[in-house]
């Protein structure tokens, strides 16, 4: 028959009473006085609140239920109130007993403000291993109280025969927390709950005996020392234990590494202070992982480390050219430093200024000509460790001075972080992408690098994370950029700039003939004898399928013709060994993306009318042709004033505005019909309009194209331009010669205007494009007119 009771329910927040428990709760507590006031009230014979029972036939009974984290649990304990009055303080308290366990059921309606509900004795199961279990919880209870001290629970403890009550011993037990002592609750098993009280209570007694063991460890130490030795002496003997149980215990001895390490001075005595900090920091505290993270990191760097250069000069110049074909001004700049490097190591006169000075150089150009891998050949060259820093979409100037220590997740900077990978305090750093590095709130990061490329600064850097100087003095810095105009001007100042502006046809066939074929041929799975390509494939390849500065497509290309092979072999549409030539090319390529303009039929060039004039210009990507159209408006239309289209910036609309004013004021000069140009709108446009376009090297090609315009005039198709020109005519200087001559090579040209004071940048350019190009360097708009309009009687497609 079941025991089915009506009880007010005492919820308990995140604690637990089992049977047996006596417990004294605190009747300020809005639902503890509400169960105890509504019990008291069902219970016939009841003395005044609060009061004394002494009958246990009518003292009044309630339902504790446990409430973790806000969820009631599914069993609870019936108590009895045993007694209500003032505790030391003076608050009111109500002491109850456990009893029983029951099951929580159904809501009811009672007297009072509880929740009353019905409650079901709970059925308890046994079976002949409980009395095993509970003589074996007996014992490991009475040790746990021996080392305690507790000789007044000893007595009781031995007293309890009953299994189950044994088990519900464990509620009082500092030990558990309440999810363990719930488990203990909604176990109905007695055998099971032994086991479970068993376990716990064994894991307690090991950490007491590891504790007496620590405590007689430093005990045997310890006579005549001083505290602070007793207080090591603790910590100690703490660690060793931990030590054997994850075998970590040599690795922990910071301060014996700190000493066996050879660190300079300040480091040294730096990582002296925070082993004395650690040592006296606590284990659960989270200071004791920052500092040994940070002990960790300084023990890592390579300070004493440094390899030796090579001053082999000859065999650093072989594998120069080796590894890279062309860029001989960027070489030139290498072997004059290896070669300085190499007198002044021979005269003994050590480093520069006192201190070494390591090389800072920019290189600058468009993608795809070699900068990156340029590094790893510089320290090949030098006989040096690289590492690679990329520094794209960099925000944070912590990603180069560090974090401090106080942030979650601090870290040392990337310089720093470089120099522990290399295993080297005197490696080649890339500095690759500078040009991308951004700023935010959190800082800019290139104001960090001007500290760490300053040859006057970088021999005492300190990162944020370190707070250690660090030696960077000897360090070979490289930085890569596409773009110059997006480097701070303090930071470029504090680098050397060499440019790659670009490679010749020759010099890009040659590439792909020593470099990018035996590359290609080994990632497509074929052997370096089974395909061949023929210079004129490769010279097809740069001149009419990837038309750029770099060999980046060119790469891509040959890849993509060797994988249209190893298909075809797989298919036996063709057996290997294959040589492909320049005719064989469509039939893995398709038909050439770019062919010269001078190339096409007359009727489809660009400047097959007048008013359309082909200029050159720099872009992030290299050199590149830029065409430039104008028309004027039906007079009829009624049509005035200047149209610019193209996304110009505001340079280029100037440009068009002189060009636009000297054409009015020079025109009868020219004769020029400019009549029209008072009377009729204007539009210039250049064409890729989703393109920003911005320069001061525009304004001879906006001039011959309005010139164009109203001549009736064309411009010779194979001719090209670049320069600024004045008010008064005059043809201005402008930059990237180099780069716009190699793209007018590219697109082939064989005629450019370049301005008369640029005349010595033609020294940089290689010689086998002067040799193709016919390069005229011009003073004043006359002579760009006479050179790029074509007879008025030629043929427009055929002017030459």
Known sequence: MTDNRLLPVLPLDDDVVLPGMIVPLDLADTETRAAVESAQANTPAQASFPGIRSSAATKAEVLIVPRVHGEYAELGTIATVERIGRVPGGKTAVLLRGTRRAVVGRIADGPGAAR????????????????????????????????????????????????????????????????????????????????????????????????????????????????????????????????????????????????????????????????????????????????????????????????????????????????????????????????????????????????????????????GVGKTSLGESVAKAMGRKFVRVALGGIRDEAEIRGHRRTYVGALPGRIVRAIKEAGSMNPVVLLDEIDKVGADYRG??????????????????????????????????????????????????????????????????????????????????????????????????????????????????????????????????????????????????????????????ASTQRTSTPGVATGLAVTGAGGDVLYIEASLADPESGSTGLQLTGQLGEVMKESVQIALSYLRSHGAELELPVGDLKDRGIHVHVPAGAVPKDGPSAGITMTTALASLLSGRVVKSDVAMTGEVSLTGRVLPIGGVKQKLLAA????????????????????VPAEVLAQLDVHAVANVRDVLDIALAPATAPVAHAA
Do not use: C
């Not at 309440?178 to 307690?204: G, I, M, Y």
């Not at 004395?276 to 200071?287: I, V």
């Not at 799975?525 to 990837?546: C, M, N, P, Q, W």
């Not at 697109?747 to 940089?764: F, H, S, W, Y």
């Open 444 to 601: 800019d990061p290139t104001a960090a690098l001007l500290e760490v490329l300053d040859p006057e600064q970088n021999h005492t850097f300190r990162d944020h994370y370190l707070e250690v100087e660090l030696d960077l003095s000897d360090v070979v810095f490289l930085a890569t950029a596409n773009a110059l105009e997006t480097i701070p001007g303090p930071l470029l100042d504090r680098m050397e700039l060499v440019t790659l502006d670009g490679y010749t046809e020759h010099e890009k066939v040659t590439i792909a003939r020593d470099h990018l074929l035996p590359r290609e041929l080994e990632r497509a799975g074929l052997g370096k004898d089974d395909v061949t390509l023929t210079d004129g494939a490769f010279s097809r390849i740069a001149a009419e399928y990837t038309r750029e500065a770099g060999v980046r497509n060119a790469n891509r290309t040959i890849a993509k013709v060797l994988r249209k092979v190893a298909t075809k072999v797989a298919l036996d549409e063709v057996a290997l060994p294959l040589t492909i030539d320049a005719e064989g090319l469509e039939t893995y390529l398709g038909r050439p993306r770019h062919l010269p303009e001078s190339s096409l039929p």
């Open 745 to 764: 090579h590219r697109a082939g040209m064989k005629t450019v205007i370049i301005p008369q004071r640029n005349e010595p940048d033609l020294d940089d």
């Open 116 to 367: 009353w509900v019905h409650a079901e004795v709970a059925t308890e199961t046994t079976d002949d291993n409980s009395a095993k279990l509970a003589s074996e919880y007996k014992s490991v209870v009475l040790a746990i109280l021996q080392q305690r001290g507790g000789w007044q629970m000893i007595d009781a403890v031995q007293e309890v025969e009953d299994p189950s009550a044994l088990a519900d011993l464990a509620g009082n037990s500092s030990y558990l927390n309440t999810e363990q002592k719930l488990e203990l609750l909604t176990a109905l098993d007695v055998s099971a709950r032994l086991e479970k009280a068993l376990e716990w209570s064994r894991e307690q007694l090991a950490e007491l005996e590891v504790t007496d063991t620590i405590r007689k460890d430093v005990q045997e130490g310890m006579e005549k020392q001083q505290k602070e030795f007793l207080l090591r002496r603790q910590l100690e003997a703490i660690r060793k234990e931990l030590g054997e149980l994850d075998g970590t215990a040599n690795d922990d001895d910071y301060r014996a590494r700190v000493e066996a390490a050879e660190l300079p001075d300040a480091v040294k005595k730096a990582a002296l202070s925070e082993v004395d900090k650690l040592e006296r920091t606590s284990d659960q505290s989270p200071e004791g992982g920052w500092i040994r993270t940070w002990l960790d990191t300084v023990l890592e760097l390579p300070w004493n480390e440094r390899t030796t250069d090579v001053h082999d000069i000859a065999a650093a110049r072989d594998i120069l050219d080796a590894d890279h074909a062309g860029l001989d001004d960027v070489k030139e700049r290498i072997i004059e430093y290896l070669a300085v490097r190499k007198r002044r190591a021979e005269s003994g006169l050590g480093p520069v200024g006192g201190r070494r000075s390591g090389a800072v150089l920019a290189l600058a150009g468009p993608p």
